[in-house]
C-alpha cells in the first residue's frame, strides 16, 4: 500500500467537497485500517461491480457501449489477484482504489459505477458473500466434529466408563453415550448455522444512498445475479444490519462451549492422575525444558480460541452500540468477522482431527467404573424396591453405609451388606436383609449400565438409537450444504457470463 497523497485524489474520485487530500495520519489510522481487509472483500467486491453494472445494463440505466466498457474492465479486473494490484492509502478503501484503477483506464465508463448505489454498498455485499461462505465451510467442519464422535461412540457404544460430575464418580456409563452428549449440542449449533446462513444470504444491493433511488434499479434481480435468496425488504435497515455479526458471534461462541467443554475433560482425563485418553503425538507438543512431558496442546489451544471469540461476541454488540444509520463503525467488523469465521473453521476442523486420534484407556476406564460407591445411586433404588421404602431413607441407609465403610476404610467399590444392615438399623430401626443376588449384581458396572434402557439412556440400544439419529441429522445437515453450495457456485458461473456476453456486445 502506497501512502502518498494524491493530487486532489478526493476531488477526481467523490466530487469536489473537500478542498484537501487526506492527511497522513487519517491514512495511516484508518484507512489502512479499511484497506487491511481486501484480501476477505476483493472477490465479493468484484462480483458486486459486476452484478450492478450488468443490472444497470439491463435496466437500460447505463448505455450499452459504456456498460459493455466497463464490464470488459470489470472482467479484466476480476482475474487480477490482489497482489498484483497497487492499493493507495490516499484512495480511502478498497471499493475507491478498483473505481480509480477503471477510470484510468476509462473514465466515461468507469462513471457508472455509482449510478444508484453509495460508496459502502459494494462493501456491504462483499461482507456477506465473505459470510455465506465461511458459514457454509463452518457447518462442513462442524459436520466432521460430528461424524469423527459419532465413530468413536460407536466403536465404544459399550465400553464402560465412570462418569463424573465434580470430577467425582457418579455412575457407572458407557464412553459412546458420553461421546454422543457432545454430538447432540452440534446438531443444535448445526440448526443455528442453518438459520443464520439463510439470514445473512439476503442480498443489501441497490438500496441507493438510504432510502430506494429514483433510478429503476431492480433489487430482485441484483439478489438473483448475487447468489442470494432475496433482497433485504427495507433500504434503510439493508445499510448495515448490526443484529447479524452479534448473532454469529453468539452462535460461534455457544459452538465453541461445547467444544471447551469436551476439550477440557479430555484435558483432565489425559493427566497421569486420570490417565484415560491419550492424545495423538501428532496433537501433542513436547516442553523444551521438560523432556518427560508430552503436553496436549492442541486440547489447550481448542480452550483458549474460545476465550478468544467469546471477547469478539461481546466487541462486536460494543461496535454496534451507535446511532443508526452510522455505518463507518462497521469497518470494525467487516473484516474481524470473516476472520473470526476463519479461525472457528481451522479449530473445528483440528478438533475432528484430536477426536478421531484418541486412543482411549478401556481397561482403566472399566476398573474405575467400579470404583468410588459408583453404583450407589442403583443400590438406593434396590434398597427403595426391595425394602418398601421411600426414595430418601433409601438415599440416608446408602449415604450412612458409605460413610461407616470410609471411616473404616473398609472397600472402595461395592458396599457389604453387613454395613448396609447396620446403617438400616440405625437409620430405621432394623436390618435390611437384601437378598445376595441383587447386591450381587450391583458389583459388575456393565449390568449396572446394561439397565439404562430408556430413550437416550446409557444402554446399547439406545445408544444405538441415538447413533443413527446422530448420523440421519449429520447427513441431512450434508446434503443441505452441498446443495447450497452448487447454487453459489452456479449464480456466479451464471453472472460472468452473462458480463461476458454483455462485455462483447457493442
Not at 450488468?54 to 440505466?61: A, F, H, K, Q
Not at 497497487?86 to 480511502?92: K, T, Y
Not at 446438531?187 to 438459520?195: C, E, S, V, W
Request: aromatic fraction near 6%.
Amino acid at each position: 500500500m502506497t501512502p502518498h497523497a494524491a493530487n486532489n485524489t478526493r476531488g477526481q474520485g467523490e466530487g469536489a467537497r473537500l478542498k484537501e487530500s487526506p492527511a497522513p495520519e487519517l491514512m495511516q489510522a484508518a484507512f489502512r485500517l479499511e484497506l487491511a481487509d481486501a484480501p476477505i472483500l476483493w472477490r465479493g467486491l468484484s462480483l458486486a461491480d459486476l452484478a450492478h453494472i450488468v443490472m444497470l445494463r439491463e435496466m437500460e440505466i447505463a448505455p450499452r457501449a459504456a456498460s459493455a466498457r466497463l464490464l470488459h474492465l470489470l472482467l479484466e479486473l476480476h482475474d487480477l489477484p490482489l497482489s498484483d494490484f497497487p492499493l493507495d492509502l490516499a484512495l480511502e478503501d478498497v471499493y475507491s482504489n478498483r473505481e480509480a484503477w477503471l477510470r484510468k483506464r476509462d473514465e466515461d465508463a468507469a462513471g457508472w459505477m455509482g449510478a444508484g448505489r453509495p460508496r459502502r454498498e459494494p462493501a456491504t455485499i462483499a461482507y456477506r458473500i465473505a459470510v455465506r461462505e465461511r458459514l457454509l465451510s463452518l457447518t462442513e467442519a462442524v459436520i466432521a466434529l460430528g461424524q469423527a464422535l459419532v465413530e468413536q461412540a460407536d466403536t465404544h457404544a459399550t465400553t464402560v466408563m465412570p462418569d463424573y460430575t465434580y470430577l467425582q464418580h457418579a455412575q457407572p456409563t458407557s464412553l459412546g453415550h458420553y461421546l454422543l452428549s457432545f454430538v447432540y449440542p452440534l446438531t443444535r449449533d448445526l440448526d443455528r448455522l442453518h438459520a443464520l446462513y439463510e439470514r445473512t444470504n439476503q442480498s443489501p444491493a441497490g438500496i441507493g444512498s438510504i432510502n430506494g433511488s429514483r433510478l429503476p434499479v431492480n433489487r430482485q434481480r441484483l439478489a438473483e445475479l448475487l447468489g442470494f435468496a432475496s433482497a433485504i425488504v427495507n433500504t434503510r435497515d439493508a445499510m448495515w444490519q448490526v443484529d447479524t455479526p452479534v448473532e454469529l458471534a453468539s452462535l460461534v461462541t455457544m459452538l465453541f462451549l461445547h467444544l471447551d467443554r469436551l476439550a477440557e475433560d479430555l484435558q483432565i482425563w489425559n493427566t497421569a492422575e486420570f490417565d484415560l485418553v491419550e492424545l495423538a503425538d501428532r496433537h501433542a507438543r513436547i516442553s523444551l525444558i521438560m523432556p518427560q512431558k508430552k503436553n496436549p496442546y492442541s486440547l489447550a489451544f481448542v480452550r483458549g480460541m474460545t476465550g478468544h471469540l467469546l471477547g469478539k461476541m461481546v466487541s462486536f454488540a460494543a461496535v454496534g452500540k451507535t446511532p443508526s444509520a452510522q455505518m463507518d463503525n462497521r469497518i470494525f467488523i467487516i473484516g474481524e468477522t470473516p476472520r473470526m469465521l476463519d479461525h472457528a473453521i481451522e479449530t473445528v476442523q483440528l478438533m475432528a482431527k484430536v477426536i478421531a486420534g484418541l486412543t482411549f484407556n478401556t481397561e482403566l476406564m472399566a476398573q474405575r467404573a467400579g470404583e468410588g460407591y459408583a453404583q450407589a445411586t442403583d443400590l438406593a433404588e434396590v434398597v427403595m424396591t426391595h425394602a418398601g421404602l421411600n426414595y430418601r431413607t433409601a438415599h440416608r441407609i446408602v449415604g450412612l453405609a458409605i460413610r461407616l465403610a470410609l471411616d473404616r476404610q473398609e472397600h472402595v467399590g461395592a458396599i457389604p451388606s453387613d454395613l448396609l444392615d447396620e446403617a438400616a438399623q440405625q437409620v430405621i430401626g432394623r436390618p435390611l436383609a437384601l437378598p445376595q443376588a441383587v447386591l450381587h449384581e450391583l458389583d459388575d458396572p456393565h449390568t449396572i449400565v446394561a439397565t439404562r434402557q430408556g430413550l437416550g439412556g446409557a444402554a446399547e440400544e439406545p445408544v444405538g438409537v441415538m447413533l443413527s439419529q446422530c448420523r440421519t441429522h449429520l447427513q441431512a445437515a450434508h446434503g443441505w450444504r452441498q446443495a447450497v453450495a452448487e447454487r453459489l457456485d452456479s449464480s456466479e458461473k451464471n453472472l460472468l457470463e452473462l458480463a461476458t456476453t454483455f462485455a462483447k456486445a457493442n
